[in-house]
């Protein structure tokens, strides 16, 4: 705020803070006239011998420029022994002339009207406004995260995009962005691989089929006839009515969209998900993709080759760069658009919708070529403005993931196996367990915590083995470890039964054990760590913290006894336990876990 700094300067006797401190709700760097305000009130207080309380809030807007720009009901001072119209006479009088950011009051009747000295308002105002620039308001960020292909299955790479994208959502929501969360789903495609069931026998059917043609074909047969009306062949020509709007084929697979959607969000709801929107591939419109194969032929972006639309990054950009994006085609020989071409449109489509100012693809990092090619192509459309609000996060596989019904990864198998075995665990501890209200939602808990947090343990970037055994033990850095602790935490203040109210009475100082220090010092660093992880956009950023905190809590529980330790000094350790209960609760919330109350 230069320009206040150059005003304040002007203005003898004048400090931001002491301005802030002396009049309530005084916000200058937000409001120029705050500062005005607050200056003419002493000034005034001088000429008047009115105390600076009574005036400021009696210092009026005006009408019109013509009658000032503040104004003052004289008889609002409450100043005895003379007629408000000769005190309005006579304070005019003595305002001094000097000032600098008033001229001399003029009287109408009891009122005092003041104007403003033009120099110096001119030279704060103008810039202030440049400065500050239009009205943003909050920023906003598109997260596209989870994105699967309805019917087919849910797989570990599109488990591994909601768990880092809910985090992402949580991490922008909480330093104040408005999070727009979007689920572009992989919706149009061939439509008869639209149920799960129909997806596995098609594809057997289908083999099968092109083997037996290949078998006839060697032997001298002619099955050009069978060949044109192939299973592959009936799939294309449903997939063409699609695109041109045939309705009882829409009806269908709109009703297939529908259905996977409702299941979908069941899953999303276990994981502590939801989206804004549910986009998907079937929403981009030919008409919006034809608008863009029209400015890539006008930037002469895209060329035919052989009837089809490719870029040739290798003729547009030079060296290495050009090269390594490759050949997209963007149309196929029969004109149907591809994945490359519909992420084009929509993401122009989601620029155009939200005006966001930053966009975070979360997708695996096998689709790092795609997503290059995509926000090169968006720069070259003459949009690098658009192009650098983008972000691809991406990750590695997950390995070794199967169930035990078989080969196939439904994530909703995936959960319930892992909660399965935690409840196993559970109830090795019978005492504990027959406390647990409804213990198969605590092992449901507990189970998508192992899954999360076995995630989140590395980079993003690194494959990782999925490993039941591993996941769901109590010992190492995992979920059930993290829960334990703070349910743990809970349990401690359930028996010492202090409310809130008592908490707030303790006596600090008591607290002089190292591991009081170091949980309070580890507690202070929190809102850091999560400023990093702004930066890095590493769930494990947090989860590291996480750890380091519960190691610590665990070290110190020998040291800081509560139950059974002299009132007065039980009250200031669950005063700090409490604290780091909320501290840890919100850390798993922030990376999407539900901390559990007991266990
Ligand atoms: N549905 C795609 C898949 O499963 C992921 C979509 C990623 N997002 C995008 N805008 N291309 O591979």
């Known amino acids: 705020a230069a320009p206040i700094d150059q005003l304040v300067k002007q203005v003898d006797g004048l400090s931001l803070d002491a301005i802030k401190a002396k009049f309530p709700e005084n916000y200058p760097e937000l409001n120029l006239m705050d ?8 000034v005034l207080s001088e000429v008047t011998g009115v105390d600076t309380s009574l005036i400021y809030p009696n210092l009026g807007w005006t009408s019109g420029l013509e009658k000032g720009d503040m104004a003052l009901p004289v008889p609002a001072l409450r100043v005895k022994g003379k007629k408000p119209n000769e005190l309005a006479e006579e304070w005019a009088a003595k305002f001094p002339d000097t000032d600098p950011l008033f001229s001399k009051p003029t009287v109408s009747q009891v009122h005092l009207s003041f104007f403003i000295k033009a120099s110096p308002l001119v030279n704060a105002v103008i810039p202030l406004v440049h400065a500050k620039g239009a009205d943003k308001g909050q920023k906003r960020i598109i997260v596209e995260f989870s994105s699967p292909n309805i019917a087919k299955p849910f797989h570990a790479g599109h488990l591994r995009s909601t768990i880092i994208g809910g985090f992402l959502s949580n991490l922008y929501a909480g330093a104040g962005w408005d999070v727009i969360r979007i689920n572009y789903l992989g919706d149009w495609e061939d439509p008869i691989n639209h149920l799960f069931q129909l997806y596995v026998r098609i594809n057997t059917e289908m083999t099968a089929e092109k083997e037996e043609f290949t078998k006839r074909k060697e032997a001298g047969e002619d099955v050009s006839a069978l060949e044109a009306n192939s299973l592959d062949e009936q799939a294309r020509r449903y997939f063409k009515k699609m695109t041109d709007r045939d309705a009882d084929a829409l009806a269908m697979w709109k009703r297939f969209r529908d259905l996977s959607i409702v299941r979908y969000k069941d899953t999303y709801a276990r994981l502590n998900i939801h989206f804004d929107e549910y986009s998907g591939e079937s929403q981009v419109t030919e008409d919006a993709m034809n608008e863009v194969g029209k400015l890539m032929e006008d930037k002469k972006i895209c060329k035919e080759d052989k009837g089809a639309q490719l870029i040739d990054f290798s003729e547009l950009i030079p060296g290495k760069e050009g090269k390594r994006l490759e050949k997209p085609l963007v149309r196929k020989r029969d004109g149907t658009a591809l994945y490359l071409t519909r992420d084009i449109s929509e993401l122009l489509g989601r620029h155009e919708k939200y005006h966001f100012d930053k966009m975070i693809y979360v997708v ?101 083995t999925f490993n039941m ?49 170091n949980l309070c010092r580890h507690m202070a660093g929190w809102p850091d760590v999560v400023k990093n992880t702004l930066k890095t956009l590493e769930p494990t950023t947090v989860l590291t913290y996480l750890f380091k905190l519960t190691h610590a809590l665990s070290s110190s529980y020998d040291q800081l006894q509560v139950v059974g330790s002299e009132p007065e000094l039980m009250k200031a350790r669950l005063a700090l336990y409490t604290a780091v209960q909320t501290v840890l609760a919100n850390g798993m919330r922030l990376i999407g876990l539900s901390p559990v109350e007991r266990y």
């Open 35 to 42: 500062l005005y305000r607050a200056h003419l009130s002493n």
């Open 469 to 517: 055994e591993t996941m769901t033990s109590f010992e190492g850095d995992t979920g059930p470890y993290l829960q334990y602790a703070h349910a743990r935490l809970n349990s401690i203040r359930r028996k010492a039964g202090v409310s809130d109210e008592e908490l707030a009475t303790a006596d600090l100082s008591l607290l002089t054990e190292t591991s009081a220090i």
């Open 364 to 464: 695996a990092s096998a689709q790092d070529l795609h997503l290059r090619q995509l926000f090169k192509i968006i720069e070259l459309l003459g949009y690098k403005d658009i192009a650098d609000k983008c972000q691809h996060i991406n990750f590695g596989l997950v390995l070794g993931m199967s169930t035990r019904k078989g080969t196939v990864k439904f994530l909703d198998d995936i959960l319930r196996d892992v909660a399965d075995k935690m409840h196993e665990v559970m109830k090795k501890n019978e005492n504990k367990y027959s406390q647990i209200e409804d213990p198969l939602a605590t092992a449901d808990v507990l189970g998508i915590s192992s899954v999360m947090v076995q995630d989140m343990s590395g980079k993003r970037i690194n494959n990782y």
